[in-house]
């Protein structure tokens, strides 16, 4: 289907799954929908489950990384086949995701221990290092190993080839040995996740088989973006029913802007050729926009040479208009483009249908400062880069003198930097005369002592606890509370907590110097990827980020040349190399193009310009500053249909924007902001049994736990149970003691765990596996599944999800199952302490039951869980330090269980109202009294 802007591509996707369910006897989860975000298979998500009901719950709509790891998780162990170290095969478990710093470092490594021609040039050993590191991850998107001839061609007479060539062949040799170490180290990229399935795939037909019988009809999104690895997993899973599968693609060659240069066309024209049944259907009809902003589009567009035109056709009749502006400089653009804003707001327009869109990320703050003065709502969704945020770097430099009490500098910083704590005079005295100024009061001396006291506990930390602690002592929560902007404070915080337990060693001082590492070379410290602002506010983005989106009016600002097409460097040929060998780009028409021209970065531009501009319906607003080329694509908008307008400032104006650039910005609507963003937060929460039992427990707990996610350490005792956990898994798949310990040792080694908490659950576990396989081993039988994930599940719209330990056959000619719950614990309750008839019962124990409710109900609801088993039982089995190991077998009624459910909905309505009370009789708390919210 090649469907143009605002042709209606995604409800098509969604009304083809429709109509496969009505008119075959296909189940749900037969289908699967391919995209490349998040955001767009939520979105498809929720329109399928609109137009069909809770059916649509079942269908499989994913990312395509997204599917692979479901490939994986579900066989790990056989993917563990696959994958080899130089000292033999290792379980995928054991390996590591690579961080970009540590891939720079690597890259650093080799160029430097490594002789190379045309990759390291002299005066600058590392100048390609960036370059390199984007290189090798297209290499594994577009599948482009083995390769060893290249055809390049240029129109571009600056171009030299033979260097271009040249440095192409050496990165290649690079990634052969880049890869050996990361395997060296058992780390993998990102990218390797969906080659692993595809060569798997290729060599085990049984489990290429299963996927090719479960979906047997896919249809995939935005299809002239998809890369080599994605469509080589297209034709593994199509290839059962050869040149004729039931394929559904949606593609808009005018919309690439996610691939090489050149690949816009070359998917479709692919496509055609490799199933030459396939039909072909335009939808030529725009639903969006006016006359006025589809005819500018076209005259756009028209200036790339096209291999499908089929101009649009408008469906909408009302009125549009297209404005060409020209500031005198930023500064009034940026403010005109607010204040143009805040006048449609005043006159009745919504600022939810109005859409400021950027080229890069880094123009999007001065829009939103422009808008904070103006109190003008706004959304921006985008990941911190928390090495920016001031808190962040006052945070950073407290800690950096912990590491080092003795650094006079360091000390110095940190005290200005806490002035609010011992103020200002002191701080000077603390800056410049050290720690032993017989001047010091006793507040700040108490500072310094504080600082000492964690210096010294610091070596018996690990590193998560060390910030824990740090936050603690210096009663950084309620510094944080008091902040307009706590909840990015408070995500910045939860991104570093992250960092830290995932950082390789527990050396506290290593962890630091690889964050200013990050900042020396500008890798950041991303966020997760959030909305903030208020949900009917004008949206701020990239022209990226607005793909697939449509507001009434579109603002299009500084709209330069230099910002646009601005010639890129030609260091590596990636995009145009035609493999004379068994790569899976070798086909006819790829790589056969240029290498990259201006022509080719016009081209690609212009599409992005195409998607901007029709993102609008009725108004788009295109602006430039008067010293600045504008860019060509707004001399390429038809004169007759774009007015334009020349603005400068008055001495009045310019004062007013002055005065509003340099005053404070005050508390801007913070609590609905905060109601906004919290709402986000509740509405794609899944319940889980732990998450519902914490709930009932303490509502402002989960708030600040589960919703918040206040940065806390991890607690040994959960980590020793999870380590556990994991032991038996490894036991259930090879029945051998050694084998279990030894996954347990690695497991607690590579945790966060201090090294005293390490020798002493290491010696525990030892003790209780030994126990246990001890006890165990006469009567093994290989359990129907370990550690198995619920998919995600629907009670009416309540999404639940949850993970069980074990399953163990009952009856396996009917399916039925036990499914086990593990419970580290010192001691195992009795089972009248678990159905809560003495004296002893705790809340923990009580919320045992609610657990073994909650998985059965979830065996009940996961569609894919139900066709394979039944549940006829449920048990908690203690691994308890007495060794006794007694299981507690329990069943349920369907009245139990339909109780049980109305429980699980007052809860979610509760949580949805964001009723989060704090209940005075939990012991469990540690933030509620701090966080005041």
Request: proline share 3%; net charge neutral; aromatic share 10%.
């Amino acid at each position: 289907v090649l469907a143009g802007p605002g042709s209606g591509k995604t409800q098509v996707l969604i009304l083809r799954i429709a109509e496969i369910l009505k008119k075959t006897q296909m189940n749900p989860y037969n289908i699967l929908g391919l995209t490349f975000t998040e955001s767009a298979s939520e979105e498809m998500k929720e329109r399928l489950i609109n137009l069909i009901g809770p059916t649509g719950y079942d269908v499989n709509i994913t990312t395509f990384h997204g599917f692979a790891n479901s490939i994986i998780q579900e066989f790990p162990f056989l993917f563990g086949q696959t994958i080899a170290g130089e000292e033999g095969e290792f379980n995928l478990a054991d390996w590591r995701p690579l961080d970009d710093l540590e891939r720079l470092k690597i890259i650093e490594q080799l160029l430097t221990n490594q002789q190379w021609q045309y990759i390291q040039p002299l005066k600058n050993n590392l100048f390609y290092l960036r370059e390199i590191s984007r290189a090798l991850s297209d290499i594994k998107r577009e599948r482009l190993t083995g390769i060893m001839n290249y055809e390049l061609r240029s129109k571009d007479k600056n171009i030299n080839n033979n260097n271009v060539i040249n440095r192409t062949k050496e990165l290649f040799r690079l990634h052969e040995l880049y890869q050996t170490e990361l395997a060296k180290r058992f780390i993998y990229d990102y990218e390797d996740m969906l080659n692993w399935v595809i060569d798997k795939m290729k060599v085990d037909w049984e489990l290429s088989l299963l996927y090719q019988e479960r979906y047997q009809y896919i249809l995939v999104d935005e299809y002239q973006d998809t890369n080599n690895s994605q469509l080589a997993l297209l034709k593994i899973l199509t290839s059962f029913y050869k040149d004729n599968p039931n394929l559904f693609v949606v593609g808009d060659p005018n919309q690439s802007i996610f691939r090489f240069q050149g690949a816009s066309s070359q998917n479709i024209q692919e496509f055609i050729r490799q199933y030459p049944l396939a039909k072909i259907i335009n939808l030529n009809q725009n639903y969006r926009s006016g006359r006025v902003i589809i005819d500018a589009a076209a005259a756009v567009i028209n200036h790339n040479e096209q291999d499908f035109k089929e101009p649009l056709q408008t469906v909408r009749k009302y009125d549009g208009r297209i404005t060409s502006i020209e500031y005198t400089n930023k500064e009034e653009e940026v403010g005109g483009v607010a204040d143009r804003i805040k006048t449609i707001i005043n006159r009745g327009g919504g600022a939810q249908e109005i859409a400021i869109l950027v080229r890069k990320n880094n123009q999007i703050n001065d829009f939103i400062r422009a808008c904070e003065e103006r109190n003008v709502p706004y959304q921006v969704n985008r990941g911190e880069n928390i090495l920016d945020q001031p808190f962040m770097e006052r945070f950073l430099i407290l800690l950096e003198t912990i590491n080092q009490p003795l650094d006079k500098i360091a000390l110095g910083k940190t005290a200005y930097y806490f002035r609010n704590q011992i103020g200002l005079e002191q701080a000077a005295l603390l800056a410049k005369r050290g720690r032993n100024d017989n001047q010091l009061d006793d507040k700040t001396e108490e500072f310094i002592q504080k600082i000492d006291r964690l210096a010294k506990q610091a070596p018996g930390l690990t590193i998560d606890q060390i910030l824990e602690k740090t936050i603690e002592q210096f009663s950084l929560i309620n510094e944080i509370n008091e902040q307009p902007n706590r909840l990015i404070i408070l995500d910045g915080l939860k991104t570093l907590f992250d960092n830290a337990k995932q950082f390789k060693s527990n050396n506290f001082d290593q962890w630091l110097k690889q964050l200013r590492d990050r900042q020396k070379h500008d890798l950041n410290l991303i966020t997760k990827e959030t909305i903030w602002g208020k949900n009917d506010g004008v949206a701020i983005q990239t022209y990226h980020q607005a793909k697939g989106e449509e507001y009434t009016t579109v603002f299009l600002p500084q709209m330069e040349e230099r910002l646009w097409t601005k010639k890129k460097s030609d260091y590596f040929a990636l995009g145009r190399l035609v493999n004379e060998k068994d790569s899976v780009s070798a086909r006819p028409g790829f790589g056969r193009d240029e290498l990259p021209s201006l022509d080719g970065i016009v081209t690609e531009e212009r599409r992005l310009f195409y998607v901007g501009l029709t993102r609008a319906k009725r108004n788009c607003f295109i602006s430039h500053e008067k010293t600045s080329l504008p860019s060509r694509f707004i001399n390429e908008l038809p004169e007759k249909i774009v007015g334009k307008k020349i603005i400068e400032e008055t001495d009045r104006q310019k004062v007013k924007r002055l005065e509003l650039s340099i005053q404070p910005l005050g508390l801007i609507n913070i609590s609905q902001q905060e109601k906004d963003w919290l709402r986000r937060q509740t509405e794609k929460l899944t319940l889980s049994p732990t998450g519902f039992n914490k709930y009932l427990n303490c509502p402002k707990d989960f708030l600040l736990n589960n919703i918040l996610r206040i940065p806390m350490a991890d607690d040994p005792g959960l980590i020793y149970g999870t380590a556990i956990h994991g032991a038996l898994e490894k036991y259930y798949h090879q029945p051998e003691l050694k084998i279990a310990k030894n996954r347990f040792q690695q497991l607690i080694n590579q945790s966060t765990m201090s090294e005293d908490d390490k020798k002493r659950f290491l010696a525990a576990g030892g003790k209780l596996l030994t126990a246990y396989v001890d006890k165990k081993k006469m009567e093994f039988v290989r359990p129907a599944a370990t550690e198995y994930t619920f998919s995600k599940s629907r009670l009416n719209d309540i999404p639940l999800g949850g993970k069980i330990d074990k399953i163990d056959w009952l009856d396996e000619s009917q399916k039925t199952v036990r499914v086990i719950d593990y419970k580290t614990t010192g001691r195992a309750p009795s089972r009248n302490e678990i159905i809560g008839q003495t004296k002893k019962t705790t809340g923990s124990t009580l919320y045992y039951l609610n657990q073994l409710k909650f998985y059965w109900l979830l065996g009940q609801l996961d569609k894919k869980f139900a066709s394979r088993w039944l549940i006829g039982e449920t048990a908690l089995e203690f691994l308890d330090n007495d060794h006794r190991f007694k299981t507690e077998v329990f069943s349920f009624s369907n009245k139990e269980i339909n109780q049980f459910q109305d429980q699980i909905r007052a809860v979610w309505s509760d949580i949805q109202a964001f009723k989060f009370p704090h209940n005075p009789q939990s012991t469990s708390c540690r933030f509620c009294h701090l966080w005041d919210i």
